[in-house]
Each structure stands twice: as structure tokens, then as C-alpha cells.
């Protein structure tokens, strides 16, 4: 019985022990690039709305230039952090190449991939605080 009980807690340490996953506070630099993407979507879905390629391109521009530190902050801290963010520099910058190309499908399907990546990654790895503030987790 004795022998039992040890196995069994040797086990429970060992299982709690493979992945703690802690919520953090995101460090300035992501914090601000996230703000930057998020103040660009009002105006990227009424350029695309209205069909306004000049605007687009705008935009994308400003999801491209803050893509780089979030894919920093995920490498090597979450593969599926990453895999998001790359997805999400990909659309933005195929967005981009639709709109000087003044393909109107082509910003649509790309800027809707850009919004369902982005909540992807947040759905997965954001939490709400009582604050209205974010942690990643």
C-alpha cells in the first residue's frame, strides 16, 4: 500500500510538473503593437468596404510594420502563438499586394483572413481582466 501511494504521488508531481501555464502581463512593446493593429481595423474594414484601395493599402501597412514583434514574442514561447502570428503577417501583407493589384475580392478574402486570425489568437491566448485590461495566458 505503501509503495502504491508513493507511485501515485511521484506521479501527480510529475504531471503537474510537465506544463504550469501562467498568465503574464504583455511586455510594453506587444502591448503597443497590438493597440496599433487594433486602432488600424476600423478603418481596413471601411477601406474595404468602400473599396478604397489607397486606404488599404494604409492600413495593411500599419499590420505589417507591428507584426514583427508579435511574432518575436511568441518564438519559441507557444508554437501556436507563432504559427497564429505568421498566418496573420502572411494575410496582412497578401492583403496589401490585393490592393495595389485593386483586386476588391482580394482585400475581402484577406481581410477577412486577418480578422479571423487575429481572433483565433486571441480566443486561444488573451484574457479579459476585471480591469478591461489583457493578459496573455
Same mark, same amino acid.
Given at each position: 500500500?505503501?509503495?502504491?501511494?508513493?507511485?501515485?504521488?511521484?506521479?501527480?508531481?510529475? &504531471?503537474?510538473?510537465?506544463?504550469?501555464?501562467?498568465?503574464?502581463?504583455?511586455?510594453?512593446?506587444?502591448?503597443?503593437?497590438?493597440?496599433?493593429?487594433?486602432?488600424?481595423?476600423?478603418?481596413?474594414?471601411?477601406?474595404?468596404? $468602400?473599396?478604397?484601395?489607397?486606404?488599404?493599402?494604409?492600413?495593411?501597412?500599419?499590420?505589417?510594420?507591428?507584426?514583427?514583434?508579435?511574432?518575436?514574442?511568441?518564438?519559441?514561447?507557444?508554437?501556436? &502563438?507563432?504559427?497564429?502570428?505568421?498566418?496573420?503577417?502572411?494575410?496582412?501583407?497578401?492583403?496589401?499586394?490585393?490592393?495595389?493589384?485593386?483586386?476588391?475580392? &482580394?482585400? $475581402?478574402?484577406?481581410?477577412?483572413?486577418?480578422?479571423?486570425?487575429?481572433?483565433?489568437?486571441?480566443?486561444?491566448?488573451? $484574457?479579459?481582466?476585471?480591469?478591461?485590461?489583457?493578459?496573455?495566458?
Amino acid at each position: 500500500m505503501r509503495r502504491t501511494l508513493i507511485v501515485v504521488v511521484i506521479g501527480i508531481v510529475g &504531471g503537474l510538473s510537465l506544463k504550469v501555464t501562467t498568465a503574464e502581463k504583455a511586455p510594453d512593446a506587444y502591448v503597443a503593437a497590438m493597440k496599433s493593429m487594433a486602432a488600424a481595423m476600423p478603418g481596413l474594414n471601411a477601406a474595404v468596404k $468602400e473599396t478604397d484601395f489607397a486606404a488599404v493599402i494604409t492600413q495593411a501597412t500599419v499590420l505589417i510594420d507591428a507584426m514583427p514583434v508579435v511574432q518575436s514574442y511568441w518564438t519559441g514561447k507557444d508554437t501556436d &502563438g507563432l504559427k497564429l502570428a505568421n498566418a496573420a503577417a502572411k494575410a496582412a501583407a497578401d492583403l496589401r499586394v490585393a490592393a495595389a493589384l485593386m483586386s476588391g475580392d &482580394g482585400i $475581402e478574402y484577406s481581410a477577412k483572413e486577418v480578422t479571423e486570425l487575429c481572433g483565433q489568437c486571441h480566443a486561444a491566448h488573451r $484574457e479579459r481582466l476585471a480591469d478591461g485590461s489583457f493578459q496573455i495566458k
